[in-house]
């Protein structure tokens, strides 16, 4: 990925996430590492002060490939949790460690098969756990 933009991570899924990464196997996951580079150059907010329009962990965004011009949504999911719908993304995949802390209107670069790459832009959260609190009683 050429371009590394600024990313926010609540303390909540830092925690959550080093836990993860402390329990898995490089062997199993060749995405820690990068997950590891992502969580080391995050701004860290607590829950209740992440922006609603932020990627966090079991987000759902949805996005525009700016190439295609195809929107499609993804949920960022740890990877227990990829059995429970279509269109998740697990936070030790490439794309999942990348999509985290990354908020409307940034794009990354996203790899494709043959040595292609898209850039996706991210449109809008359309749901983040964080900001659902907020708003429940």
Same mark, same amino acid.
């Given at each position: 990925m050429s371009r590394e933009p600024q990313i926010i991570l609540?303390?909540?899924?830092?925690?959550?996430?080093? *836990?993860?990464?402390?329990?898995?196997?490089?062997?199993?996951?060749? !995405?820690?590492?990068?997950? *590891?580079?992502?969580?080391?150059?995050?701004?860290?907010?607590?829950? %209740?002060?992440?922006?609603?329009?932020?990627?966090?962990?079991?987000?759902?965004?949805?996005?525009? %490939?700016?190439?295609? !011009?195809?929107?499609?949504?993804?949920?960022?999911?740890?990877? %227990?949790?990829?059995?429970?719908?279509? !269109?998740?993304?697990?936070?030790?995949?490439?794309?999942?460690?990348?999509?985290?802390?990354?908020?409307? !209107?940034?794009?990354?670069?996203?790899?494709?098969?043959?040595?292609?790459?898209?850039?996706?832009?991210?449109?809008?959260?359309?749901?983040?756990?964080?900001?659902?609190?907020?708003?429940?009683?």
């Amino acid at each position: 990925m050429s371009r590394e933009p600024q990313i926010i991570l609540s303390s909540q899924d830092l925690q959550r996430l080093e *836990r993860l990464l402390d329990s898995v196997s490089p062997d199993a996951a060749p !995405g820690l590492a990068a997950l *590891r580079r992502e969580l080391d150059r995050a701004e860290v907010v607590e829950p %209740d002060a992440m922006p609603a329009d932020v990627i966090t962990m079991n987000s759902t965004a949805r996005f525009v %490939d700016e190439i295609s !011009g195809r929107e499609f949504e993804l949920t960022l999911v740890y990877p %227990d949790d990829m059995h429970l719908t279509h !269109g998740t993304v697990s936070i030790l995949a490439p794309i999942g460690s990348a999509l985290l802390g990354l908020s409307v !209107g940034q794009s990354i670069d996203w790899a494709l098969p043959g040595d292609r790459t898209t850039t996706l832009r991210i449109l809008a959260v359309t749901y983040q756990p964080e900001a659902a609190r907020k708003r429940s009683p």
